[in-house]
Nanobody, 121 residues
C-alpha cells in the first residue's frame, strides 16, 4: 500500500524556518509530481507549490521567494523548506503525490495526513 507520511510541522516564531518532509512508502515505480497544499481555519485548501518529475518547481505568489520544494529521489521524499515564516502561513500542510505503481500502470493520487504549522507573532 502506498502511503504519504508527513513530518516536520510545529510551532515557530515569525521570521523562523521549518522544513516539512513527505515520504512516499510502498512499492512504487515513480512519483510523477508532488504538490504541497495548506488549509487555514475557515479557509479553503490552497496550493503552495509543486515539483514535477523533471524537478521543475512553481509556487504560489504568497510564498514565492520564501518557500522551496526539493526532492530526494533515492528516498522517495519531497521537502518543503519554509523560511521567513509569517503568522498568515499558519495552517495544516498537506502533501499530494501523483504516483505510478508500475511502469505500465496509470498513476493515482495520494494525500498525506497533514501536519500543523503554527507561526506566532
Amino acid at each position: 500500500q502506498v502511503q504519504l507520511v508527513e513530518s516536520g510541522g510545529g510551532l515557530v516564531q515569525a521570521g523562523g524556518s521549518l522544513r516539512l518532509s513527505c515520504a512516499v512508502s510502498g512499492n512504487i515505480f515513480r512519483i510523477n509530481h508532488m504538490a504541497w497544499y495548506r488549509q487555514a481555519p475557515g479557509k479553503q485548501r490552497e496550493l503552495v507549490g509543486k515539483i514535477t518529475s523533471a524537478g521543475s518547481t512553481n509556487y504560489a505568489d504568497s510564498v514565492k521567494g520564501r518557500f522551496t520544494i526539493s526532492r530526494d529521489n533515492a528516498k522517495n521524499t519531497r521537502y518543503l523548506q519554509m523560511n521567513s515564516l509569517k503568522p498568515e502561513d499558519t495552517a495544516v500542510y498537506y502533501c499530494n503525490a501523483d504516483v505510478q505503481l508500475t511502469q505500465y500502470s496509470n498513476s493515482d493520487d495520494y494525500w498525506g495526513q497533514g501536519t500543523q504549522v503554527t507561526v506566532s507573532s
